[in-house]
């Protein structure tokens, strides 16, 4: 069965320094995702992408984040300078249409800065 | 904006225990998709339910669109149900992102 993959699984990194995190969606998929989960927090939502631009966007997503699809398989979302308070799982998703479709959810990658 | 509720918060079982998990929802939804979060943070699908029921082995969920809920049961629960389930919603006709629940968290005891 096709998969939403991420690498890496955890990242352990010094505050202010850039990060990527990268995501391959199912490959037929044209809706992509972002969210973030704090520990012991619930799911929420960062950005979504379709037609290799942002169709939304939440309040967290801010100019410290962006997401790119460099090719025809690979997202990845880079956050620019982090800071404590980026710790989380990041989890991609993808969809084959907008709305009225499972969002299938990759295994997140944990990232940890110091 | 929407209220996505989760009850309750926190439910241990015995093994081979039934349970029901209820989400409710304050506006019309598009999508609405449970999840079990296990102990090692994977999301895993369960189903995708905006209306209706849908049976998956023990487990089987049912959602009332007019009503604004969706129930998740499962039946003859198993050490390995145990994590967080959550519920997420994509709003109507709001763009297409998932707003979650905030989680139960279920324990089955041997």
């Known amino acids: 069965e096709p998969e939403v993959t991420q690498t890496p699984s955890h990242q352990v990194t010094q505050m202010g320094q850039e990060v990527i995190l990268r995501c391959v969606p199912i490959s037929n998929h044209l809706y992509f995702y972002w969210y973030r989960q704090i520990l012991g927090q619930k799911v929420e939502f960062l950005v979504s992408f379709y037609n290799n631009e942002i169709s939304e966007k939440s309040e967290i997503f801010d100019d410290q984040f962006s997401v790119e699809r460099p090719d025809g398989s690979n997202f990845t979302l880079k956050i620019r300078s982090t800071k404590l308070e980026d710790s989380a799982m990041y989890f991609c998703?993808?969809?084959?249409?907008?709305?009225?479709?499972?969002?299938?959810f990759g295994p997140g990658t944990r990232l940890t800065v110091l | 904006g929407i209220q996505v509720e989760q009850s309750p918060p926190d439910l241990i079982l015995q093994e081979g225990a039934n349970s029901t998990l209820r989400c409710n929802f304050s506006d019309s939804v598009n999508n609405l998709q449970w999840f079990h979060q296990n102990p090692w943070g994977q999301l895993i699908n369960l189903f995708y339910i905006p209306s209706g029921t849908k049976q998956n082995g023990r487990l089987s969920a049912t959602t009332v669109a007019t009503e604004r809920y969706s129930l998740l049961y499962i039946s003859s629960s198993q050490t390995t149900d145990s994590g967080v389930y959550f519920c997420?919603?994509?709003?109507?006709?709001?763009?297409?992102?998932?707003?979650f629940g905030q989680g139960t968290e279920l324990s089955v005891k041997p």
């Open positions: 998703a993808s969809s084959d249409r907008f709305r009225t479709d499972t969002q299938y």
């Open positions: 997420a919603v994509v709003v109507y006709n709001q763009g297409g992102k998932l707003i």
